[in-house]
């Protein structure tokens, strides 16, 4: 029988069971998981979900031994990224941390920039486990509050690290700190109201339309405190950011929250600073906060091409994109993608020829 639960398709031979005992608190989910209730299933954790003791405890409390679940983490795929983001850390020279990085671009182009059937949770799961150090209470926060902040936390932080690494950024301390960064830029939204929908809107609007954002939200009739939390947001933010300051290594990367929503000419907030007035790295962050809809993400095969390659697409054709003082990253993203991205777009071009044939049998 098919099942359609939640937007997550499947059939009852789809899934396997998994012990209450195999899921790791404070990791995060690898599967979905359902129980049956006279042949119907019920979505108790999706893919990608935290798994927090609370939840072990009451299913066990209840006398669950199992759940019913449907895989989504392929396990060799995450262990790659995490063998090499580990290699990183270890790595004494310069040279065998440029191969460690290269070696992270090349699996995913071939998984993310290309159609396959890689999930982006593969990636979004090795980067939790390799860089997350903030106390569990945040992402606990961020998961009860809002599925959409909270999904947009564990994609946006996981794009901010590629685009460290696409920048030429080595340095594993710094990349943790740029991850733990990224997942709170926006945890300001819902620290002075609950992050409704009109405000998911206007966040949605603003990413479609850089710029206007704010604006659209305060000439909207059933705007009440929301222009005001989405103006404060990212210095909200920031004062939370500041209370963690133990949990990293250069508490200066939680300044580049202040940053993600100025703009080239200026008219961003809340600063109002352009351009000029920043510094390459200070805009990591704007890259994933454009490119992650303001939406709850279902991790599923094949997902990681749209998280990655046609949100990216989307990005290029963004009307004003100019107002995002990105450009220089969104290059380096271009240019780098398309040389281990054997997908379509060299094959047209067939700008490389033969050395493209032999990264495609290396891989
Ligand atoms: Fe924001």
Request: aromatic letters at 14%; proline letters at 3%; glycine letters at 6%.
């Amino acid at each position: 029988m098919e099942f359609n639960v939640k937007g997550i398709a499947f059939s009852k031979e789809n899934l396997a069971t998994i012990s209450i005992d195999d899921l790791k608190i404070g990791g995060i989910s690898p599967a979905h998981l359902f129980i049956f209730i006279k042949e119907k299933p019920f979505l108790m954790l999706r893919a990608g979900d935290l798994i927090t003791a609370e939840f072990i405890e009451k299913y066990k409390t209840k006398g669950l031994s199992s759940f019913y679940n449907l895989p989504i983490l392929n396990e060799e795929s995450k262990d790659h990224f995490v063998q090499k983001f580990k290699r990183l850390k270890s790595s004494r020279t310069r040279i065998e941390r440029k191969k460690s990085v290269q070696e992270i671009y090349q699996k995913f182009a071939l998984s993310y920039w290309i159609e396959s059937e890689e999930s982006f949770l593969n990636f979004a799961m090795a980067t939790y486990d390799v860089f997350y150090s903030l106390p569990d209470s945040i992402i606990e926060e961020l998961q009860a509050k809002s599925q959409i902040l909270y999904a947009r936390a564990i994609l946006g932080a996981s794009i901010a690290v590629m685009s460290a690494l696409m920048d030429d950024i080595d340095d594993f301390q710094y990349i943790q700190d740029l991850y733990n960064t990224a997942f709170v830029m926006d945890i300001g939204l819902i620290q002075n109201g609950d992050f409704n929908y009109l405000m998911a809107k206007a966040c949605e609007f603003e990413r479609n339309h850089p710029g206007t954002g704010l604006s659209w939200l305060k000439s909207h009739p059933n705007n009440t405190y929301e222009a005001d939390i989405f103006y404060k947001h990212p210095e909200a933010s920031l004062k939370i950011a500041k209370k963690l300051e133990e949990h990293f290594h250069y508490p200066e990367t939680n300044d580049y929250i202040l940053y993600h929503h100025e703009k080239t000419d200026g008219s961003g907030f809340p600063q109002g600073l352009s351009f000029s007035g920043l510094a390459y790295n200070e805009v990591y962050l704007m890259l994933s906060d454009y490119m992650v809809p303001f939406g709850e993400h279902v991790f599923q095969a094949r997902d990681g091409y749209e998280v990655i390659k046609k949100s990216f697409e989307s990005l290029l054709k963004l009307e004003d994109r100019y107002l995002l003082p990105i450009n220089h990253l969104i290059n380096k993203w271009k240019s780098i993608m398309k040389w281990y991205g054997i997908g379509e777009e060299l094959k047209e071009e067939n700008i490389f020829g033969e050395e493209i044939e032999k990264i495609g049998e290396a891989s």
